[in-house]
């Protein structure tokens, strides 16, 4: 068949992220709900996938990669997510904070302001495409608050200065959450709080709030990316709600030139 051969042009390979991701566990789940026996997902990470995605653009040719929003992809390339009938990959969700049990008594001030914190996609856009066009992390935090100084104080205006007191934050390199945790790093140094931010493993992200090696995190995508991780801490942590609600989304995601539609038409 036609789809035949445009799979064979792509070796029956998906390009993946890193194998952590939850979005790798949603992908497995798509092989086996449309059974996709002939195909191979490959891990790599975020910047590999996105090199790989540019590369087969600029040369036209065909690739399925998994993605997801918000994210600068879709505002700097012509993308689409394919159709996923069978919610292998679930529905829109929200992006959560959370923080360790006993945050709120320890540090209240750090703990209202993280409570408050929420904001928009295009809140997201803004500093990603920064990101994306390589201004530093710490630099397109603060030119988003600096941008958006209503809606910060609109999060910290009930909440006291403090001095001497630390926070550590705990995050993964994917692109939301360096938005993320560098806008609420920032606004918590204006306070007055000692911000660490410390890079790590999607897993041990939920495991180092779980045993309060870390205070807060401001990455975790439920109910459905991050929900194996989240179900084996959920007990032990305090969660904060969302900061983005309904508007996360996971998937597999081709150039628009494509010709298919679902992840149905993968099958061969
Ligand atoms: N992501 C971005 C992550 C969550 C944030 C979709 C790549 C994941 O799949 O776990």
Request: glycine share 6%; net charge negative.
């Amino acid at each position: 068949t036609e789809e035949g051969s445009v799979a064979e042009e792509m070796d029956y390979t998906i390009t993946g992220i890193d194998p952590g991701a939850g979005i790798m566990e949603s992908a497995e789940q798509a092989f086996e709900d449309y059974d996709l026996d002939e195909w191979e997902l490959q891990s790599s990470s975020e910047a590999a996938m996105i090199a790989e995605l540019e590369e087969a653009i600029d040369n036209e040719e065909p690739i399925v990669v998994t993605g997801w929003g918000p994210h600068w992809k879709f505002n700097s390339h012509d993308l689409k997510f394919l159709d996923d009938p069978d919610l292998s990959f679930g529905e829109p969700e929200d992006i959560h904070k959370l923080a360790r049990e006993g945050l709120q008594e320890d540090s209240p001030e750090a703990y209202e302001i993280l409570d408050n914190f929420e904001w928009t996609v295009e809140d997201m856009e803004e500093i990603m495409d920064d990101l994306n066009e390589g201004v530093d992390e710490i630099e397109a935090a603060q030119n988003w608050i600096d941008e958006n100084e209503d809606q910060v104080s609109g999060w910290t205006e009930s909440v006291d200065d403090v001095e001497g007191e630390t926070i550590e934050l705990v995050h993964t390199d994917w692109i939301d959450l360096l938005a993320s945790v560098n806008v609420m790093a920032l606004v918590l140094e204006d306070i007055g709080y000692d911000v660490e931010m410390t890079l790590v493993e999607a897993s041990h992200m939920y495991t180092a709030i779980a045993n309060g090696d870390a205070d807060a995190m401001t990455g975790a995508w439920l109910p459905r990316t991050h929900g194996t991780y989240y179900e084996q801490i959920e007990d032990e942590v305090d969660d904060l709600g969302p900061h983005l609600e309904g508007k996360a989304a996971i998937g597999l995601v081709v150039p628009e030139y494509m010709d298919i539609d679902s992840i149905e038409d993968l099958e061969v």
